[in-house]
């Protein structure tokens, strides 16, 4: 089939595609220009790996990071597709062993840096060796109002016209000022096959909560999910060192990563996490575009992304396999200061300025939601979805107050000292707090002096947090972060509307771990991980390149005993059974299982394996005729194998495949079984 379905299963090991990915894998394979948005996670390089195995010539893939492309060119080559990648961080041996499968006619995909498009020959080469299709992933990178734009995929658009050939791009966020501009640079504004084919990760458990001895928060999240692969993001390189610390302290294997470290040292961060069960990293941002992980168990953020789109990039590098995965991000007043003092303070003109408190604005408003956080989520990226039963709004919603007059109280104040003041003075002012600053200044002659003694310290500052989550103040950089009020606070302050809060000191409840799988099949699902890490060691490879988490669990619950049985479960190709099928039988079964021909093998999992048993059966009565008094004679399994798949249908046809004398004594039983089925 042009979409590639029939080599699905034989090679990924895949019975069905994904939501979405059919109708993008034909329109690529069938050279359309095409946008793709699909959520991390949801099988974007399927999309343009599948097309390059139904297209004639190579498929360049423009990729941002090497260890991505490394990862990605690994995998590939483990279920038996000629891919290669030429970049930096190549031996000499690996750069030939790419030309010789050019040259040979075997490379299929062929990914490239963007910094590589740089080079004067670029076109030519890639001319030369038949081009036929460019990808290009995390396309967003194109756009400079997207979160990682990266100047050099500016040359992509360029490369397409001179190559003359159709290109499909793949992003997992983008919102429609990203996506205009990916359309203008990477095809001239020629509007493309656009497929938005959602947002939503199901198996994605989200969940915010406001700062309240963070550390704290941190290591009891961090606690309940020990020796699961984890993620914590920081805003600051000091702090990823001293919460790797912590957590080391508490028993966990834990490392930092920064941009400020020596790059072998990065690196060394990189290749343990990849090859590592059960390693948490603590990072900054710099973290984690280049990891292809796929069984991150969860994503904690220890302080407020920058904006909705950069956290819905880093939650989404947990549960890439389907399975279940965790995220907790806690965010404070002091955060939002500090992100909005980043983007006030920034180089950006006035309007970029503006984009940026708006997508500032969106993550605030998904952190102080007062529904489902995935209803808030997706509505931002334009879905509309149900209540999601997989988030900490739906199993406790919030307690709610009519906090109308508190904020009216709270501006009141911020006016009357002249707009030149932060929260912690500002509450001292409405709970009637006398302090040498407030007499010093006459504050406590003001009108709203006392006003706000009813409200704790602890419940004054959950409002300023959410009048700040809801962009009613911001930090004003040239007053040292003075709160300053915002347009969009001026109807509140006249009357004319009222606003709904949280009430903030409302105890969250402690957030408990998901479970991957039963009791009952968790001591099979070690015994599987051990042989994974055991052919992974010995191999060099990551484990999960040889099967990833949520085929081990499927495995476990399901307890394949043969090759077609393990042929069903989700991620195991042909190549990949045939590799290491039997290791993994032999410890499901707690012993090595019956040796199977290569060439029964090859159609486990296929209803030409069960033809071959039957066909296998038959002959063992008839290797002595059918009396039993004639000479011995079988036929190979190759010529078995053959009638399994080709089926004859006239004693003809399937002496052509046997030869005379072989039909002549299992012609007539086989034709019999084939007609059967």
């Known amino acids: ?122 076109a030519n080469f890639l001319r030369r060796i038949n081009t036929s299709l460019i990808a290009v992933d995390e396309a967003h990178c194109v756009s400079q109002w997207g979160h990682d734009f990266r100047p050099d995929y500016l040359r992509i658009g360029e490369l397409r016209r001179l190559l ?34 959602g947002f939503d990760r199901p198996n994605i458990r989200l969940r915010f909560e406001a700062k309240n001895q963070p550390r704290k928060q941190i290591l009891g999240f961090a606690d309940l999910r020990r020796g699961q692969s984890g993620i914590v993001y920081c805003a600051t390189r000091a702090k990823t060192e001293a919460l790797a610390r912590a957590l080391a302290a508490e028993g ?98 006035g309007a970029r300025k503006g984009a940026d408190h708006g997508r500032l604005n969106a993550l605030m408003g998904l952190a102080e939601a007062h529904v489902c956080r995935r209803v808030t989520l997706l509505d931002y990226f334009g879905e509309a979805a149900p209540a999601c039963g997989n988030c900490d709004l739906c199993d406790n919603p919030p307690a709610l107050f009519d906090g109308t007059e508190p904020v009216r109280k709270a501006l009141s104040a911020a006016l009357r000292t002249g707009e030149r003041f932060g929260t912690g003075h500002l509450i001292d002012i409405l709970r009637g707090t006398v302090t040498d600053k407030i007499t010093a200044r006459g504050h406590d002659q003001l009108p ?68 991957l799988i039963s009791d009952e099949d968790a001591p099979m699902l070690a015994l599987l991980k051990a042989e994974r890490r055991k052919l992974a060691e010995a191999a060099k490879v990551p484990a999960y390149i040889i099967f990833n988490d949520r085929t081990l669990i499927e495995m476990a619950e399901k307890r394949p005993s043969n090759l077609d049985e393990l042929a069903a479960i989700t991620g195991v190709g042909a190549k990949k059974r045939a590799k ?57 399994a190759s010529a078995l194998a053959r009638l399994a798949d080709q089926r004859p249908d006239s004693p003809e046809k399937l002496a052509r495949i046997l030869g005379q004398r072989h039909a002549e004594r299992f012609g007539a039983c086989f034709l019999e079984i084939l007609r059967q089925e």
């Open 448 to 515: 709203t002096f006392g006003v706000g003694a009813d409200l704790s310290k602890r419940e004054w500052q959950g409002i300023f947090r959410q009048m700040m989550g809801h962009d009613l103040a911001r930090p004003d950089p040239e007053r040292f972060g003075a709160l300053r009020m915002t347009e969009a606070a001026r109807p509140i302050l006249r009357g004319e509307a009222t606003i709904t809060l949280r009430k903030g000191d409302t105890p969250a409840p402690r957030a408990s771990a998901v479970a």
């Open 164 to 197: 003359d050939v159709p290109l499909a791009a793949f992003t997992a966020t983008a919102d429609a000022e990203t996506r205009a501009e990916i359309i203008t640079r990477l095809f001239d504004g020629d509007q493309p096959q656009i497929f938005l084919h």
């Open 580 to 636: 290491y099928g039997d290791a993994f039988l032999g410890v499901l079964l707690g012993a090595a299982p019956d040796p199977v021909h290569p060439r029964r093998q090859a159609l486990s999992g296929r209803a030409s394996g069960q033809l071959f048993d039957r066909l296998q059966e038959a002959q063992a009565g008839l290797v002595r005729g059918a009396d039993g008094t004639e000479k011995m004679m079988s036929c190979s």
């Open 1 to 122: 089939m042009a979409d590639g379905t029939p080599l699905l299963s034989n090679i990924f090991g895949f019975d069905s595609y994904r939501p979405g990915q059919a109708e993008i894998i034909s329109a690529v394979t069938s050279g359309q220009n095409t946008l793709a948005i699909m959520p991390t996670g949801g099988g974007k390089s399927l999309c343009f790996q599948m097309p390059a195995l139904c297209r004639d010539g190579i498929t360049v893939v423009i990729s941002p990071l090497i260890a991505l492309m490394r990862d990605q060119v690994r995998a590939l080559r483990e279920v038996g597709v000629s891919a290669g990648a030429l970049t930096s961080g190549n031996t000499p041996e690996e750069t030939e062993r790419v030309h010789a499968e050019i040259e040979s006619g075997k490379l299929k995909l062929l990914y490239l840096a963007p910094e590589r498009l740089a080079g004067s020959g670029i």
């Open 252 to 349: 966990h294997a834990a490392l930092f990563y920064h941009g400020g470290m020596d790059s072998a040292d990065r690196r060394d961060v990189e290749v343990r996490f990849q090859t590592e069960d059960g390693l948490i990293i603590v990072a900054t941002v710099a973290f984690g575009m280049g990891i292809d992980k796929p069984d991150i168990r969860w994503v904690a953020h220890a302080d407020l992304p920058k904006s909705i789109e950069a956290y819905y990039q880093e939650i989404g590098r947990a549960g890439r396999d389907g399975a279940p995965a965790d995220t907790l991000t806690l965010y404070g007043a002091d955060d939002i200061r500090f992100r909005r003092t980043q983007i006030d303070e920034g180089l950006a003109d």
